[in-house]
């Protein structure tokens, strides 16, 4: 089965930066990947969805970027605001559902 | 904002209990899922459902049972909940047709049910 592996330790960057997240699988290159934020204590939230033939999409602050090769996707925020701290998932289809990573916390700092 | 409440929020029961968490949408998605994620965990799957009459098991083996009457709504039932059931289940919808760009797959998520059983 896929195994999706994000960073594990929270991502800590100041107001202003870009923060960059990491998504790397394993076995096969599904036909897209999608991103989410998750609150907590609350359900996931879409972000973005990038097919395997994009290599990159944007959606106003946010970047993603696919590499079948690498079997990786990064998902940037640029002018990063304390308001974007929250936990962001990848996920990969997988036939008839999804199958999410553990995601990666980010918190920034005013 | 997805149209897809959970009710209730938070429920803490003691063992032996039969409990339902309901799930309702009204995006008139054909497809349902049901999630459990613990603290600092992925979500797993446990049950999913294609539209009425139609429910699976998921990848995570899971003791409760679900039912697809109606398209909006997509209960989960617990005959005799145990502690090993605390968790945080989550409800999501998604609509497989071209009005999602024709993209498969985007799932619009409740805000959870945070279940502990004492």
């Known amino acids: 089965s896929q195994k999706i592996e994000q960073n594990s330790e929270a991502l800590n960057i100041q107001e202003g930066k870009t923060a960059t997240l990491t998504c790397n699988y394993t076995n096969y290159s599904p036909a897209y990947l999608q991103w989410y934020r998750q609150d907590p204590g609350r359900g996931p939230v879409f972000l973005l969805l990038i097919r395997e033939n994009e290599k990159e999409k944007r959606k106003e602050r946010l970047k993603v970027t696919f590499d079948t090769t690498l079997k990786q996707s990064l998902f940037h925020i640029t002018a990063s605001q304390p308001a974007d701290s929250a936990t962001y998932l990848c996920?990969?289809?997988?036939?008839?559902?999804?199958?999410f990573g553990k995601g990666t916390s980010l918190l920034v700092t005013p | 904002e997805a149209d897809i409440y959970q009710t209730p929020r938070y429920l803490v029961i003691g063992t032996g209990k039969k409990i339902t968490l309901e799930c309702s949408q009204t995006m008139g998605h054909d497809k349902m899922y049901w999630y459990q994620q613990d603290p600092g965990m992925e979500l797993h799957l446990i049950h999913y459902?294609?539209?009425?009459?139609?429910?699976e098991k998921g990848d995570l083996s899971s003791e409760s049972t679900v039912s697809r009457i109606r398209t909006e709504h997509f209960p989960l039932t617990l005959e005799s909940a145990r502690p090993s059931h605390t968790s945080q289940y989550l409800c999501?919808?998604?609509?497989?047709?071209?009005?999602?760009?024709?993209?498969?797959?985007?799932?619009?998520f409740g805000a959870g049910t945070r279940l502990s059983v004492l």
């Open positions: 999501a919808s998604s609509d497989m047709g071209e009005s999602s760009g024709g993209a498969k797959n985007i799932q619009y």
């Open positions: 459902s294609y539209g009425v009459n139609s429910t």
């Open positions: 996920a990969l289809n997988s036939g008839y559902a999804l199958n």
